[in-house]
Every structure is written in C-alpha cells, then in structure tokens.
C-alpha cells in the first residue's frame, strides 16, 4: 500500500489551501490525516470490511483531480440536472464548484447553498462547531482521507424557521480526467456540510455521476446538522460510470423532535461503498434510512448503515432492498445501537435482495446492539430470487416473459421508491433506476 | 375446439400422465374427475404450459394450432385460460393495473383496439357486479391477504375479463363455501355460450350441480379410464372411485 503517496498530496494541497482556512480546521485536518496513515487502507481482515477489499483503491496511484481551465466541462452535465424543479443546482466537476454551470435562484429566508471553500474562507459561523466534528474519524480511513484532502463541496444553511420548498441538488461529476493514455487516476474528496436551524427544512439531492467507462475515484463525506424541529429530506443518487470507485459517507446528527429521511440509490459504480451514520441525539428524533441499490457484471454495492438511539423516544425505519445480476454482489450491514438511556425507542430494520442470477451473491447482516431494556426493536432479512410460480401466473394471463419479470421486480422495488417524497425527483430516479434494470435483465435473459 | 392425443407428461422425473386422448368440441363443458394424485391437476396445468412438466409424447390441437409448441403468454393470447388451483399471491402488483397490462396483451394479439382506463374500468365494473366483488379490490395486491374464496373468485373474474375460447377450472371449487361456489358456478355459466369451452377439473361432484357437464371422464393414474354423460358424476359420487380402478380398457 503506497501511503507515501497521501502523505505528498496532503503536502501539497495543504500548500494550495486558502489563506482564510481557519487554525482549529487545518488542525483537524492534520489530526485527520495522521488517522489515515495510522489506518491504512482497510483489509477484508477488518470485521467493517469484510466482504469489501477496496485493494483496487489502495493499489493504484491516484492523483487529486485539477480545477477545469476555463469552466470549460469536458462531459456534458445536463443528462444529470434535475430540470426545473431545484431551488438551487450547484455543480462540481472532479470536485471543484463550478458557478458558471450551477444556478442559485430562489433561496428564500437568508438560506445559503455555494461553495463550501468560500464558506470557509468567508467565516461562516457555522464551519468551526459543525465542519469534520459530524464524521467522526477516527476508526474511518476513508473520512479521515476525506478531511485532509478535500479542496472543496457544498455549504448549505437553512436559518431557523426557514423552510425551503424546492430541494437543493448537489451534482458531483467525474471527468475521469478525459482520455490521456498513461495519465494517472484521479481521485476527488467532495465535502457536503449542511446545517438546518430549529424548525426549518429542506431537501437535498446529492448525485454522484461520471461518463461509463472512465475509471476514477470518488471518496465524499457529507454532514448534516439537524436543529430542534427541523426536517430534511436527503437523496443520494449514485449513478457513477460503470468502472468507478466510489466510497461514501453520509452522518447526521439529529437534534430533539428532528426527523430525517434518507433515500439511497446505488445505480452505478464498480466497487461501491455507501456509509450512512444518523445520530438521534435528542428525545423524539424520528429516521428513515431507505435504500435501493442494484449491481450487474461483476460490481459490488456495500451499504452500511448505522442508526444511534442515543437519547429515549426516538424511532427509526430502514429498508434496504437490492437487485443483483451476473456475478454482481451486494453486501448489506445495518447497525442498530440503542444507548442505556434511550427507552421507548422503536426501531424498524428490513432488507431484502433479489438475485437474478446463480452467481450472484449478497451477505446481509443485521447487528443490534441494545443496552435499554424497553425497547422495540425489529429486524427482517430475505434474499431470494424471482418467483417463477408468479412468473408463470402473469404468463398465465397473456404477459411476455420480459414483461412478466419486469413487473415483478418493479413491485419489489416499489415500496422504497414509493417512498420518495419529491415526484420529480423521485421520476428521475425511477428513470435512472430502470435503465440500469434493462440492463442488467438484458445480460441476466 | 381442443384435441389432445396420446399425451404423456412428468414433472421432476416422475410420469403423472400415461395417454390422454381428449376431444372438446366448441360450447361444450367437459369435467375430469378423478382420485387424488391421478393426473387431473397436471392435465390442467400442461394445458396451460407450466414450465415444470415435461410433455414426453402426444400431441395437443387448439384450433387446429399445435398447443405444445407454444409457451404459457401465447396460449393465453389466442384464448386458453387456466384459472389455478392455488392462485399465487403478487406482493406490489396491483390488480387493476396487472389486468388491464394482460387484457390489452390479449386484445392486442385478437386483433382489438386496446382499452383506455375509461373502457377498461367500465368493462371491469360490470364484470365485478357479476362476481360479487368489492371495488377496493382493485388496489390491492393480486391475491394478497385474500382469502381462499376470494382467490377462486378473482380467477373466475379475470377470466370474464379476459374472455378465453377455452377456460380450464382446477379445483375451482376446493374449499369453498356454497355461497362462494354458488357465486363462482354463476360466473362461469354466465360465460358459456356456443363459441366457448370448458375443462372443469373437479374432485368432487357437488361442483358439477351448479356447473352442468356435457361430458364426464375419470382419470385414474395418468389414463381416463371411463367417460360418460353428468350421470357418471353421480354414480362416482355414490361408488367413489374404487370400482374403477381397474380400467375397463386395461392392456
């Protein structure tokens, strides 16, 4: 594992930060960074990462992906805009915010979505009490790699009692770096920090895309602060190109009576790792991890979640559900802690996966850990292939085989889409969703 | 209207059906009888084309069409209609959109014009009134959480809606209850008419009160070994199956 190398370009973008990077920040980043080269690249010898070798990322050199000259964007964005429904699209390319691209038209109520660079040069009072104290990471390299070397990501503050109706889309396109032969891969580390004052709300769209076929790497962390009340909707769409390595990870810290809702949809990629931590840290926070993930060739979907019951009365609801093809894999681990104080706490895990082929594979382990005695806890796993007895009823009634099939995995997969609050939004990944289906029911016929 | 000859069949490598002959002439209704585990369910499911059987000899002629070599979608677009002994539940699938994708499949394939949701829920409506059936039903689910009698009837109704040349019933009647059977035995007499048939599998006579045969035939391990007129029903009703178990035709 060559660690020389993060050591070098740490050097180096330390030496490209702006001047007005705060002293506390720099110093976490350094923290963050000898974390890094103490953890290493995880191996499957670590429980976290067991059925995940991320060896093809820590045995390629990568090279921090360069600003565009000019503005001018090498792969075309628009196929992964939101048309017309975002209050704002901020758009980054290889992990650089780009105005020229991005729009930030209506934010009402003195609620801000830019650059988290020029947030942090500007003194956003927000930074220093939320920015790298989210995501710990301490016993995570890949958000330790994060916090030393991200250059730049989004800020988005909602104020207190500000509610914005339209969401706010995040759009993080690779390049890859364009065709240069014997160029190194480029790697970019996008930070999201997002703060919602008490009683405000909003939605977030993260996409994460990239052109098929270009091999890149993409490590982001974003942090969600949730004030008393407040509400937000989080989408991750992940449609990276087919030969990506993306590594993820989502934190969100819930204040009293906050509810959370978080949508994940795994389309793209070629080693996928999605981590999704929510901290129900005051009595009546209420969370819904959804997840949607589907894998075909040889790719692999890791999600991870972990919901925290730290304080009592909260609930939590997740359901994961994947859909895997040819020799695709998915690995599913939902954690649950309920902390001695948390009683009354109500929490809900379900994941199921659907395996349309022999040599697909899924390992799905729930893991509760619960230290409150009055408690409602509940866990449920199922992986399966298609049903061909209701194949064969809907055959029976005069439907194609094709169509048969594809009916019966859209009703698996429709209870998590159906949860999606935004229909536009929601269409668009639906859109997404079974274009990445054909696909994989193209190669499984 | 169907003409089965010689038909042989197994399923995981064990031969149920040993030279069926059969001949169904268009509006009659022929019932095939017969003692548990004689072959009367995988006639029926053969017929429909399930994917488990394997045809090893014979022949089957729907309108003169070879029936075998067709897979399950074809047979139910030129009019074959197997209502199931136990109907499958479809989690996420709901019923009016599931019949209304199959109706259209079949009009498609007759050469109809395909149905607007005004057309189809109007058609469904009066097909509902005729069967007895709530409107909530539907959103749901196909057959989920309905009961036994709700599944049967919901098969007899998708088979009004589809409107078949040729309706195989198996075991229809299986644990229902006389109002669901009474209800079940209207739809389908509602349905006959002189361009349609029926193959009427049955365990029990009671069935064949409501839904009067034209022909009877006793099946007993893989062979029909007696048919007759509806008056055969009735003497296997008294008798049961034991005095026919040696085949009158026995090679």
């Given at each position: 594992?060559?660690?020389?190398?993060?050591?070098?370009?740490?050097?180096?973008?330390?030496?490209?930060?702006?001047?007005?990077?705060?002293?506390?920040?720099?110093?976490?980043?350094?923290?963050?960074?000898?974390?890094?080269?103490?953890?290493?690249?995880?191996?499957?010898?670590?429980?976290?990462?067991r059925?995940?070798?991320?060896?093809?990322?820590?045995?390629?050199?990568?090279?921090?992906?360069?600003?565009l000259v000019?503005?001018?964007c090498?792969?075309?964005?628009?196929?992964?805009?939101?048309?017309?429904?975002?209050?704002?699209?901020?758009?980054?390319?290889?992990?650089?915010?780009?105005?020229?691209?991005?729009?930030?038209?209506?934010l009402?109520?003195?609620?801000?979505?830019?650059?988290?660079?020029?947030?942090?040069a500007?003194?956003?009072?927000?930074?220093?009490?939320?920015?790298?104290?989210?995501?710990?990471f301490?016993?995570?390299?890949?958000?330790?790699?994060?916090?030393?070397?991200?250059?730049?990501?989004?800020?988005?503050?909602?104020?207190?009692h500000?509610v914005?109706?339209?969401?706010?889309?995040?759009?993080?396109?690779?390049?890859?770096?364009?065709?240069?032969?014997?160029?190194?891969?480029?790697?970019?580390?996008?930070?999201?920090?997002?703060?919602?004052?008490?009683?405000?709300?909003?939605?977030?769209?993260?996409t994460?895309?990239?052109?098929?076929?270009?091999?890149?790497?993409?490590?982001?962390?974003t942090?969600?602060?949730?004030g008393?009340?407040?509400?937000?909707?989080?989408?991750?769409?992940?449609?990276?190109?087919?030969?990506a390595?993306?590594?993820g990870?989502?934190?969100?810290?819930?204040?009293?009576?906050a509810?959370?809702?978080?949508?994940?949809?795994?389309?793209?990629?070629?080693?996928?790792?999605n981590?999704?931590?929510?901290?129900?840290?005051?009595e009546?926070?209420?969370c819904?991890?959804?997840?949607?993930?589907?894998?075909?060739?040889?790719?692999?979907?890791?999600?991870?979640?972990?919901?925290?019951?730290?304080?009592?009365?909260?609930?939590?609801?997740?359901?994961?559900?994947?859909?895997?093809?040819?020799?695709?894999?998915g690995?599913?681990?939902?954690?649950?802690?309920?902390?001695?104080d948390?009683?009354?706490?109500?929490?809900?895990?379900?994941?199921?996966?659907?395996?349309?082929?022999?040599d697909?594979?899924?390992?799905?382990?729930?893991?509760?850990?619960i230290?409150?005695?009055?408690?409602?806890?509940?866990?449920?796993?199922?992986?399966?292939?298609?049903?061909?007895?209701?194949?064969?009823?809907?055959?029976?009634?005069?439907?194609?085989?094709?169509?048969?099939?594809?009916?019966?995995?859209?009703?698996f997969?429709?209870?998590?889409?159906?949860?999606?609050?935004?229909?536009?939004?929601?269409?668009?990944?639906?859109?997404v969703?079974?274009?990445?289906?054909?696909?994989a029911?193209?190669?499984?016929? | 209207?169907?003409?089965?000859?010689?038909?042989?069949a197994?399923?995981?490598?064990?031969?149920?059906?040993?030279?069926?002959?059969?001949?169904?002439?268009?509006?009659e209704?022929?019932?095939?009888?017969?003692?548990?585990?004689?072959?009367?369910?995988t006639?029926?499911?053969?017929?429909?084309?399930?994917?488990?059987?394997?045809?090893t000899?014979?022949?089957?002629?729907?309108?003169?069409?070879?029936?075998?070599?067709?897979?399950?979608e074809?047979r139910?677009?030129?009019?074959?209609?197997?209502?199931?002994?136990?109907?499958v539940?479809?989690?996420?699938?709901?019923?009016?959109?599931?019949?209304?994708?199959?109706?259209?499949?079949?009009?498609?394939?007759?050469?109809?014009?395909?149905?607007?949701?005004?057309?189809?829920?109007?058609?469904?409506r009066?097909?509902?009134?005729?069967?007895?059936?709530?409107?909530?039903?539907?959103?749901?689910?196909?057959?989920?959480?309905?009961?036994?009698?709700?599944?049967?009837?919901?098969?007899?109704?998708?088979?009004?809606?589809l409107?078949?040349?040729?309706?195989?019933?198996?075991?229809?009647?299986s644990?229902?209850?006389?109002?669901a059977?009474?209800?079940?035995?209207?739809?389908?007499?509602?349905?006959?008419?002189?361009?349609?048939?029926?193959?009427?599998?049955?365990?029990?006579?009671?069935?064949?009160?409501?839904i009067?045969p034209d022909?009877?035939?006793?099946?007993?391990?893989?062979?029909?070994?007696?048919?007759?007129?509806k008056e055969?029903?009735?003497e296997?009703?008294?008798?049961?199956?034991?005095?026919?178990?040696?085949?009158?035709g026995?090679?």
């Amino acid at each position: 594992m060559n660690l020389d190398l993060y050591r070098t370009e740490y050097t180096k973008a330390r030496a490209r930060r702006p001047k007005g990077e705060p002293p506390a920040l720099a110093e976490r980043r350094d923290e963050a960074l000898s974390r890094f080269l103490e953890l290493g690249f995880p191996t499957t010898r670590h429980e976290e990462w067991r059925f995940t070798s991320v060896a093809p990322i820590a045995d390629q050199p990568f090279a921090p992906a360069p600003p565009l000259v000019g503005d001018v964007c090498p792969v075309d964005v628009t196929p992964f805009r939101f048309h017309g429904v975002c209050a704002a699209e901020l758009v980054f390319v290889d992990g650089h915010y780009v105005p020229s691209l991005s729009t930030r038209a209506a934010l009402l109520g003195g609620a801000r979505a830019g650059s988290l660079a020029a947030a942090i040069a500007g003194h956003a009072p927000e930074i220093d009490p939320f920015l790298a104290r989210v995501a710990a990471f301490e016993r995570a390299p890949f958000v330790a790699l994060n916090t030393a070397l991200f250059a730049d990501g989004a800020y988005v503050h909602v104020p207190a009692h500000t509610v914005l109706e339209h969401p706010v889309h995040l759009l993080f396109v690779s390049t890859g770096g364009g065709a240069a032969h014997g160029s190194p891969l480029l790697m970019s580390h996008p930070r999201v920090l997002a703060v919602l004052g008490d009683n405000s709300q909003a939605s977030i769209v993260e996409t994460y895309a990239g052109p098929d076929g270009m091999r890149y790497f993409t490590n982001p962390v974003t942090e969600i602060v949730l004030g008393q009340n407040a509400v937000v909707v989080h989408y991750k769409l992940q449609r990276e190109s087919s030969e990506a390595y993306h590594v993820g990870t989502m934190s969100v810290r819930a204040s009293r009576s906050a509810n959370c809702a978080s949508h994940s949809v795994s389309a793209g990629g070629a080693l996928v790792r999605n981590d999704v931590v929510a901290v129900l840290a005051g009595e009546g926070g209420e969370c819904a991890l959804n997840g949607l993930y589907l894998a075909d060739r040889q790719r692999l979907v890791d999600n991870h979640t972990t919901i925290d019951h730290a304080t009592a009365h909260c609930g939590s609801r997740e359901i994961y559900k994947g859909i895997l093809a040819d020799r695709a894999r998915g690995v599913f681990n939902g954690k649950i802690i309920v902390r001695p104080d948390a009683q009354k706490t109500d929490a809900k895990q379900t994941n199921r996966a659907l395996l349309l082929s022999e040599d697909a594979q899924v390992n799905s382990k729930p893991e509760l850990e619960i230290f409150a005695n009055d408690v409602k806890c509940t866990h449920g796993a199922a992986v399966g292939q298609l049903d061909e007895d209701a194949v064969f009823y809907l055959r029976s009634r005069g439907l194609g085989l094709a169509e048969a099939r594809h009916m019966l995995i859209h009703a698996f997969l429709g209870d998590v889409l159906q949860r999606m609050p935004l229909a536009p939004v929601r269409e668009g990944i639906e859109r997404v969703v079974a274009r990445q289906l054909a696909r994989a029911l193209d190669a499984a016929a | 209207m169907l003409t089965v000859r010689n038909l042989h069949a197994r399923v995981s490598g064990r031969d149920i059906l040993r030279g069926i002959d059969l001949s169904i002439m268009f509006g009659e209704v022929h019932a095939i009888m017969g003692p548990n585990g004689s072959g009367k369910s995988t006639l029926a499911r053969v017929l429909a084309g399930h994917p488990e059987y394997e045809v090893t000899e014979g022949e089957v002629l729907f309108e003169g069409e070879d029936l075998l070599g067709m897979d399950p979608e074809t047979r139910a677009r030129v009019g074959v209609f197997m209502a199931f002994q136990y109907p499958v539940e479809i989690p996420g699938v709901n019923n009016a959109y599931f019949l209304k994708a199959a109706l259209n499949t079949v009009r498609k394939h007759r050469g109809l014009e395909e149905l607007d949701a005004m057309d189809f829920m109007t058609l469904i409506r009066e097909r509902m009134k005729q069967l007895d059936m709530d409107e909530s039903f539907l959103n749901r689910p196909v057959n989920e959480g309905f009961s036994g009698g709700e599944k049967k009837r919901n098969e007899i109704f998708q088979m009004a809606v589809l409107e078949p040349k040729l309706g195989i019933l198996d075991e229809t009647d299986s644990g229902l209850d006389i109002d669901a059977l009474r209800i079940v035995a209207d739809g389908v007499n509602a349905m006959r008419s002189a361009e349609r048939s029926f193959l009427v599998v049955t365990h029990y006579q009671r069935l064949l009160n409501y839904i009067v045969p034209d022909v009877v035939h006793v099946l007993t391990d893989g062979r029909i070994v007696r048919s007759g007129g509806k008056e055969l029903a009735l003497e296997l009703e008294d008798k049961g199956y034991s005095w026919l178990e040696e085949p009158v035709g026995k090679r």
